[in-house]
């Protein structure tokens, strides 16, 4: 998969537990002003597809498509994402998640719906 390893290449967000828990609490504080008035988000998911699996871990695959609607603007992103699961208490989580835009290469404006 495109985009292998963020702490060799350009990444535009990597996050670890920590940090992605601070962006929650930021965005729900309602010090966002960035996302004041909060992005509208739909996500469609297609294409899922089982990587590998262990008896309490799997690797999935997908492909997607993001639409966002802020300030009567609309935007839509695709792209392919991976996701690593695994079975705590009979429940499974999502341990990692990667997302790999289609236009990757070029300008993005801001992803503040994210950030």
């Known amino acids: 998969m495109e985009g292998a390893d963020p702490n060799r290449e350009v990444a535009i967000v990597y996050d670890d537990m ?10 729900t504080s309602g010090g966002a002003h960035a996302q004041s008035p909060p992005s509208k988000t739909q996500r469609v998911v297609s294409n ?9 871990s799997a690797t999935v695959r997908c492909t997607f498509i993001m ?12 792209g392919r994402g991976e996701y690593r699961i695994r ?11 990667k997302a790999v ?14 950030v």
């Open 48 to 56: 899922v597809q089982l990587e590998e699996s262990a008896e309490n």
């Open 101 to 114: 835009l289609v236009n990757n290469a070029e300008v993005i404006d801001n992803l503040t719906f994210i």
């Open 87 to 97: 079975c705590e208490d009979g429940r499974w989580k999502i341990a990692g998640k």
């Open 18 to 27: 920590p940090r992605l828990t601070g962006r929650i609490e930021r965005l």
């Open 67 to 78: 639409y966002e609607l802020r300030r009567s603007k609309e935007r839509i992103f695709a």
